[in-house]
C-alpha cells in the first residue's frame, strides 16, 4: 500500500522559516504531479502549491505567492515546500497529495490519497 510521508513541521515565530517534505513510499512521486494542501482549525483543506512531474512548472495559491516554494528531487523521491516569512494565519496541517492529472490542479478531488499531515504552527 502507498503511503506518504509528511515531516518537516514544527512551532516557529512569525517571520520564520519552514521546509516540509513528502516521500511517498512503494511508488515514484515523478509518476505524478504533486500537491501541497493545508488545513486550519474549523476550516476546509486548501489548496497551497503544486508541481508539474518534471518540477518545471509550478503554481501557488495567492496567499503564499512570493513567500512559498515548492520543488522536487525525483531522484529522492521527494517533494518539498520551503516556506519563509511564516505568518499565524499559516498555521494548519500541512499535506502532500499526489494527482494523475496533467495539469496542476487546484481542487483537492484530483487529488489521489493523503498522508497524515504535518503541523505547522506559528505565534505571533
Known amino acids: 500500500q502507498v503511503r506518504l510521508v509528511e515531516s518537516g513541521g514544527g512551532l516557529v515565530q512569525a517571520g520564520g522559516s519552514l521546509t516540509l517534505a513528502c516521500t511517498p513510499s512503494?511508488?515514484?512521486?515523478?509518476?505524478?504531479?504533486m500537491g501541497w494542501f493545508r488545513q486550519a482549525p474549523g476550516k476546509e483543506r486548501e489548496f497551497v502549491a503544486a508541481?508539474?512531474?518534471?518540477?518545471?512548472?509550478?503554481r501557488y495559491a495567492d496567499p503564499v505567492k512570493g513567500r512559498f516554494t515548492i520543488s522536487r528531487d525525483n531522484a529522492k523521491n521527494t517533494v518539498y515546500l520551503q516556506m519563509i516569512n511564516l505568518q499565524p494565519e499559516d498555521t494548519a496541517v500541512y499535506y502532500c497529495?499526489?494527482?494523475?492529472?496533467?495539469?496542476?490542479?487546484?481542487?483537492?478531488?484530483?487529488?489521489?490519497?493523503w498522508g497524515q499531515g504535518t503541523q505547522v504552527t506559528v505565534s505571533s
Open positions: 508541481i508539474s512531474r518534471s518540477g518545471g512548472t509550478t
Open positions: 512503494g511508488r515514484t512521486s515523478s509518476t505524478y504531479t
Open positions: 497529495a499526489p494527482s494523475s492529472r496533467l495539469y496542476l490542479a487546484t481542487n483537492q478531488n484530483d487529488y489521489l490519497y
